[in-house]
């Protein structure tokens, strides 16, 4: 399994970005989808992810300012962040599990897309 994410820049405050993660492979269809984010310093962190049921989970940090969906057909999750801040600047990683968020299987990491959101 290959995860291709795409999406991320340079925005201004208050500014809005859309990133997309295409999986591509033999890729078992239950399965969680997500977003993990990693600052300068800090350990790599939930944004949010969505299971193959349609469930969701957000991070308190995007909580009302994001939503992420999926295409099943397209084997693409989506993250459309509004209303970003600087502290989202980071390295946003695309994640693929198999399983369930109960019952985790083999997961899958894309390569990272940099946002940068200055002030």
């Known amino acids: 399994v290959q995860l291709q994410a795409s999406g991320g820049g340079l925005v201004q405050a208050g500014g809005s970005l859309r990133l997309s993660c295409t999986a591509s492979?033999?890729?078992?269809?239950?399965?969680?989808m997500g977003w993990y984010r990693q600052a300068p310093g800090k350990q790599r962190e939930p944004v949010a992810d969505?299971?193959?049921?349609?469930?969701?989970n957000y991070a308190d940090s995007v909580k009302g300012r994001s939503t992420i969906s999926r295409d099943n057909a397209k084997n693409t999750v989506y993250l459309q962040m509004n209303s970003l801040k600087p502290e989202d600047t980071a390295v946003y990683y695309c994640?693929?599990?198999?399983?369930?968020?109960?019952?985790?299987?083999?997961?899958?990491w894309g390569q990272g897309t940099q946002v940068t959101v200055s002030s």
């Open positions: 994640n693929l599990q198999y399983g369930t968020r109960m019952y985790p299987g083999r997961g899958f």
């Open positions: 969505i299971g193959s049921s349609g469930s969701i």
């Open positions: 492979g033999s890729i078992f269809s239950s399965n969680v």
